[in-house]
């Protein structure tokens, strides 16, 4: 919020401004929603350690612009590389171990991992202060009437649409695609009808970790980040996809724009101080009344 | 069955054998280890994060995960110490207190759960210890905010202090353990197996996973208002993300569903968070490697412990406890060839 010091703002003007930033964050938790959605909507497994792999993904980026010079637009491909790797290994080495067991057991495993995956970042990178991804458009912003929006942010959210309609096409239109819908449906009527489903799930896990770390290389971009950064938005994708419904691209679309702006317009009323307190109420009150989610349809 | 034929029977059992020679053990061991350190915080911290971790695994002995027990740790810490130094009720009062209102919340939160699958229920717990954090450091006038207030304890520290604390752990250990025998234990295993099939013969599952909620609870907040009086001191840094996870880690490492797991695990990471910093020289030749940090010691640590927690979730599903388990009964199966050999 660097921009209201700079120039006077209504408080209309203000919060229109807060607002627009809710939508650009809710770009964000989209892509850290969906991925989530799919690995969850196709394998059944909740992965407590997704923003983790979002904050990877931000120090990819970061290594990759500063060191190698890269555009940090181009370095959103290496990181979303880099860390479908990383989701490749965690899918056979951890979480394939577990598959079939009891739920909590997955819970426990991203516990861990939250835990390994932090502390190694720490150990890498930074300790105690932010970082930021450098970008030649930084500082240059539209005006749109009183509230203005930098380039970066306007990027980020084209961005966000171009990886969603390849997403979409990509589970609609390719083989693997209809592989990955057939295994979501029933896994072993999948298997029977000759789908390699672990191979389906490492894929999956994959294309989710991708866009984890999509989203990171984006947040680096638009925000300073910290090896600590991962935490709070895997439990906001979470509640995007319960807003939002299981397995729906379109629900966590509109889930997320919707957190993004609520969030964004409680902190800006609030100080920030209620910003997280009262998202979760909401949340909490939301699956008190529904507690499949608000679109979300019965079972698991 | 009278009271002397339980207790011959219970005499007999080989864990009940177990159980009295390690609290003969802890009774004895501050008589000679002197150091106020190990006695007034390493071992005072091993009993009552045993009590806390027990706590949690009660809860998940009925399929609900909590992660965010630190609400219910903090809540119990607070209360404990705001009715003793406000109302000037006696600390132990206050301990009660403390659980009872933990308790309460408890059970709302338990009510809102009632219906969630387990991922649901991990993130509805998880924001409730965020709201409660949030409105604690908000009305810092009362909770002291980020500099915290001194709390009084019931026993002077540190023997005396030691001894209530194990005295109240225990008899709340044994009450836990009780009531996982008990018929309410069995209702809560048969709907952490299936709540499909738990419901189908009859088991009112609403009302066995809120008893779980409510007895969990009332023990985590009891075992916050004893963290807050064995460190004369309370700060809402109780409410961190790391002590919802501890217990579950403690649970989890040292054997799922178990009485003892919870007791080994909270031993184990005790000693791990205590006694690691003094490898911490050791590790720093490897300070060059790694230029985030000025030393390398905390971060390694914790990721070590990640993988632990890894590991033991992969390769060892019922944990150290099964470990020890299986020694016991190869050194017993040892014997008896001896004695047929003989």
């Known amino acids: 919020m660097k921009l209201t010091s700079m120039i006077p703002l209504t408080i209309s003007s203000g919060l229109a401004q807060a607002l ?108 105690n202060y932010n970082i930021q ?168 | 069955m009278d009271f002397k034929a339980i207790l011959t029977e219970a005499l007999k059992s080989r864990k009940f054998q177990f159980a009295i020679v390690a609290l003969v053990f802890v009774t004895v061991l501050p008589l000679f280890v002197r150091s106020p350190y190990l006695v007034g915080h390493v071992f005072m911290s091993m009993i009552i994060f045993a009590l806390y971790a027990s706590s949690w695994n ?105 001894y209530g604390t194990l005295a109240i752990v225990t008899s709340s250990i044994v009450a836990i353990f009780w009531v996982m025998k008990s018929k309410w234990g069995f209702a809560f295993k048969a709907i952490r197996e299936n709540e499909l099939e738990a419901k189908m013969i009859g088991i009112n599952t609403a009302k066995y996973r809120l008893l779980a909620f409510i007895i969990s609870t009332f023990f985590a907040g009891l075992a916050g208002g004893l963290l807050a009086e064995s460190q004369l001191f309370i700060q809402n840094d109780i409410f961190s993300a790391e002590n919802s996870f501890l217990p579950l880690i403690m649970a989890v490492i040292g054997g799922l569903g178990t009485i003892e797991g919870p007791i080994i695990g909270s031993i184990i990471i005790v000693s791990i968070d205590s006694f690691a910093p003094l490898a911490y020289p050791l590790l720093q030749p490897l300070n060059p490697l790694f230029p985030g940090v000025s030393t390398v010691g905390p971060s390694l640590q914790f990721v070590g412990l990640g993988l632990f927690l890894i590991v033991v979730v992969i390769f060892l599903p019922k944990g150290i406890t099964s470990l020890l388990h299986k020694l016991y009964d190869y050194l017993r199966e040892d014997e008896t060839k001896k004695v047929k050999e003989k």
């Open chain 2, 58 to 162: 009660l809860l998940a002995y009925s399929g609900q995960g909590s992660l965010g027990h630190a609400a219910f740790l903090g809540i119990g810490g607070f209360a404990s110490a705001l009715v003793a130094i406000r109302l000037g009720v006696p600390p132990i009062v206050g301990l009660f207190i403390g659980g009872l209102l933990s308790a309460g919340l408890g059970l709302l939160v338990g009510l809102a759960c009632v219906r969630l699958k387990s991922w649901f229920l991990a993130m509805v717990t998880f924001g409730f210890s965020i709201i409660i954090v949030t409105i604690v450091s908000e009305f810092d006038d009362v909770f002291g905010g980020m500099i915290g207030f001194a709390t009084p304890s019931f026993l002077p520290q540190v023997l005396p202090f030691y």
């Open chain 1, 20 to 127: 627009l930033f809710g939508v650009v964050n809710g770009c964000i938790y989209i892509l850290l929603a969906t991925g989530l959605n799919l690995i969850f909507g196709v394998m059944k497994l909740v992965n407590f350690a997704h923003g983790e792999l979002l904050m990877v993904g931000a120090f990819v980026a970061y290594e990759v612009t500063t060191i190698a010079g890269l555009n940090p637009y181009v370095s959103i491909l290496v990181s979303m590389g880099a860390v479908a790797l990383i989701g490749i290994l965690l899918e056979k080495f951890a979480f394939r171990k577990v598959r079939g067991t009891e739920k909590l057991n997955e819970i426990f495993i991203s516990l861990g991992l939250i835990y390994v995956f932090q502390n190694l970042a720490t150990l890498l990178w930074v300790e």
């Open chain 1, 133 to 300: 991804i450098p970008s030649p458009l930084s500082g240059l912003s539209l005006p749109l009437g009183e509230v203005l929006l930098s380039y970066d942010r306007i990027l980020a959210i084209v961005i966000v649409i171009v990886i969603l309609i390849g997403l979409v096409l990509l589970t609609k239109k390719t083989k693997i695609g209809l592989a990955m819908r057939a295994t979501s449906q029933k896994s072993d009527a999948a298997m029977l009808m000759g789908i390699n489903i672990n191979r389906v799930y490492t894929f999956t896990f994959a294309v989710g970790a991708a866009l984890a770390g999509a989203a990171g290389a984006l947040y680096g971009i638009i925000l300073p980040f910290n090896p600590a950064i991962g935490a709070l938005p895997t439990i906001k994708a979470f509640a995007i996809i319960i807003l939002g419904g299981l397995g729906s691209i379109p629900g966590a679309v509109i889930g997320g724009l919707l957190y993004g702006i609520a969030e964004n317009a409680t902190g800006y009323l609030t100080n920030g101080t209620w910003q997280d307190a009262v998202a979760f109420a909401l949340l909490i009150i939301v699956l008190v009344i529904r507690p499949t989610g608000l679109f979300g349809e019965k079972g698991e």
